[in-house]
Every structure is written in C-alpha cells, then in structure tokens.
C-alpha cells in the first residue's frame, strides 16, 4: 500500500478567530510554492485541516518539505481506501500486520462526515477492532496514548486511513505578520534571523550589498544560495542586491578610518530602510547580537539605528554564538556562511574600530558626503530576483565549485 495523501492539522491558527480563513489560506499558499517542485501533487484547504493529494508523487521528500513549513502544527499521511466495510477490514488488517511489534497496545479512532455511510463513529470502531483481533490475537487495546493509534476518516469521495502523526515545525504562516526587510550579509547569524522572522509569521526580502570590484560574483551567489535555504520555510523570496562600491569608496576617501564600520552601517540602514518604504514593508530585520566587537556594542547599534525611525527587530540579539550555530546548522545554512569570500562589511574593515561611537561625530562625518545623493543612487541601481526552491546552476556555480 502507498500513502495517497498528507492530512495537515494547524497550529496557532486554531486560536485565530475571525482571521482563521485568511491565516489558512496564506499556510496554503505557502504550502503550494514550497511543494511546487512535486507538480503532481495538489493541496486543497478547509477550517480545519489542508488535505495534500500525491498522485503517485514519493512520500518522503514531501514530508521532509512539510516539517519545515510555519504554521503547520503536525501532518499525518494517509492511505485512501474503498469507502465500503469489507475494503476497510482488509486495509486495517494489512497495515497492523505492517507496523504492529509484540506487546504494542493499538486503537482505532473513526470520523464520519459522510453520514449516509452504512457504519457510524461507534460502530466502526467496534467492527474494525474486531478486524485487528482475528488478524493479530495477542494485541491489547489502550485508550490512552496506545503505541499505535488507526485514524479512519470517511469523507464523501472515498476513506482514509492514517497511524503515523509527525510533528511540523509551529509557529505562524510566513505572510501573517507583515512584511519586513532582512539585511543579508552572508555571514551566520542573518539567515538565523531570517528564519526566526520567518517562524514568527513575517514575510520577508533579503536586501544584500554588492561592492564589485571588491565583493565577487561568490559573495553574491552565497548570499542567494543563503535566501534559497530559507525559502523552504514559506516559499520564494525576492533579493534584492544593491550596489554599494561608490559609498565605501566615498567613505574610505573622506571620513576617519575608525569611524568607517559606523558610518557604511547607518548608510546600508538608510538605504534599506528606504527599500522598505517602497517596497511596502513594515520592519528591518538584521542579525546584530550584543557582543565585545566594534558593531556589536549597544553604543554602536545606537549610533547606526538613528538614521531611521522604522522599529528594527532583532531576532538572535541576546543569543551566544554557539546558539547562534547551532540554529544555522539545523536550518542548513552555517556551511555556506563559512565559504571564503568577503562581503561589505569586511573589505574595509578597520584594524581598530571605534566601540562606542558618538552620533555626534557621525553625523559631523557624514557632513563631508553627498548623503542624500549616494543613498538615491543607490536605491535606484538594485537588481531584484525572486529566489525559488529550487536552483538552477550556471557557470559561476562551477567556478565556486572548483574554488571549494
């Protein structure tokens, strides 16, 4: 027997009142772009649950795709089964004999919504439990959390069987909670906290800076590999790369050298922000956590955050590195975050910082910069790309490849 279907069940959503359909209907939509690249398989959605039909589509990497997606509290896959008595019997008896070890204790749990089936909930229950009795004689019955628990569902279009319950990853829809910008650098701990946004309900673009000459085609590609891990979690995200070399060049010329870490922030904040008012977002998100560096300090977050009124949410903020790590490995994106290759905020990296920078002074610094100017250049020179699931190589792949 093959799975023909997935049976999702929602999680927070059950508590989301008036808004349940339009929370629902985003979990789907979620749920097609993710599983787009199985183009067999069909997802259709009710109140209360989302039923995925396979149509001959493997079960396993579905299911590996499912445990990532927000909002989807557990899934169950499902056999679809001969809506008669007699096909119910004969399907009960063969996965009991499939999955039952001495000693496992098993209960069969009905739900009819169609209500011109022979059978009722109670009947059911009794006539299959009978079934599991003549096929395995020593099984016992447990009402209360039994090793094995046989769902049966008879729905108008025929009936569904499922035993195994598999825990999804929580949270809320991406698309639920706003929009916000993520400032990508490629580093570990800005996909953590695009992930993080992401499992809160928030939709977001990847806003990445591109210094070329200095910056290669591999930070580029890096930080797009990095995007496309985390659209697994709620499907495509757009990244948007922005040219920066006329800023950190203009910075390098005209402004102190401890002040540069400063100042290339407050403008890679001004110009995100100024992204996010017209791409319709509401938040930044960055990946700055309190620590002994330079950019790590609250008078250097201080001193960076006050060129922009808009709330900056800080998702890995209090978190140790090794936290940090840990979250990157389990999302999949700590081993490209360690690929060797520099991004903007390394290449003119002072040798010695200022930690605790006054805005005073930054805004003193910035006094000798065309601001205005450089961040409207800017903005009016990104490249915007929608990242899918699924990749597509090319010749700067290979090269990467041959690099590594």
């Known amino acids: 027997m093959h799975y023909s279907e997935i049976m999702v069940r929602y999680g927070e959503l059950s508590t989301k009142g008036k808004n349940r359909m339009r929370f629902i209907n985003k979990l789907k939509g979620n749920i097609q772009a993710v599983l787009s690249v199985y183009p067999q398989v069909h997802v259709k959605a009710d109140r209360d649950r989302t039923h995925i039909y396979l149509h001959g589509t493997d079960y396993q990497p579905v299911a590996e795709s499912l445990k990532q997606i927000f909002g989807i509290q557990n899934f169950s896959p499902s056999y679809r089964v001969k809506k008669s008595v007699p096909a119910l019997i004969e399907a009960v008896q063969t996965i009991m004999k499939q999955v ?11 739900k009819r919504s169609d209500h011109s089936f022979e059978l009722d909930s109670r009947e059911l229950n009794q006539t299959l439990g009978d079934a599991v009795f003549e096929a395995i004689p020593n099984v016992k019955v447990k009402m209360k959390a039994p090793d094995i628990e046989l769902r049966v569902e008879i729905r108008e ?70 995007t496309r891990k985390l659209t697994k979690f709620g499907g495509n995200i757009q990244f948007i790369e922005v040219p920066f070399t006329e800023i950190q060049e203009e910075i ?148 990467i490849e041959e690099l590594l």
């Open 100 to 110: 039952y070890q001495e000693g496992m204790t098993f209960k069969i749990t009905s």
């Open 157 to 226: 279009e025929a009936a569904y069987i499922s035993y195994e319950t598999i825990r999804g990853a929580g949270g809320l829809p991406v698309g639920t909670s706003g929009k916000g910008m993520l400032m990508l650098s490629g580093g570990i701990d800005s996909p953590v906290a695009g992930y993080l946004a992401l499992k809160r309900g928030v939709d977001i673009e990847a806003v990445h800076f591109a210094s070329p000459p200095y910056t290669s085609p591999g930070a580029l590609k890096k930080a797009q590999d990095l």
């Open 252 to 399: 390098k010329a005209k402004a102190p050298e401890a002040y540069l870490m400063t100042l290339t922030r407050r403008f890679m904040m001004r110009i995100t922000d100024r992204i996010r008012e017209e791409r319709g977002a509401q938040v930044i998100i960055n990946g700055e956590s309190l620590g002994q560096v330079a950019s790590q300090t609250i008078e250097s977050m201080q001193a960076i955050n006050a060129v922009t009124n808009t709330p900056v949410i800080r998702p890995v903020v209090t978190m140790d590195k090794l936290e940090i790590i840990e979250i990157a490995e389990k999302i999949d994106t700590f081993q490209i975050s360690i690929q060797p290759f520099e991004d903007c905020c390394t290449i003119f990296a002072p040798d010695r910082p200022k930690t605790n920078p006054k805005i005073k002074n930054a805004e003193q610094y910035e006094a000798r910069l065309d601001v205005e100017g450089l961040v409207e250049r800017a903005v009016a020179g990104i490249m915007i790309t929608e990242i899918r699931p699924q990749a597509e190589t090319d010749e700067v792949d290979e090269l």
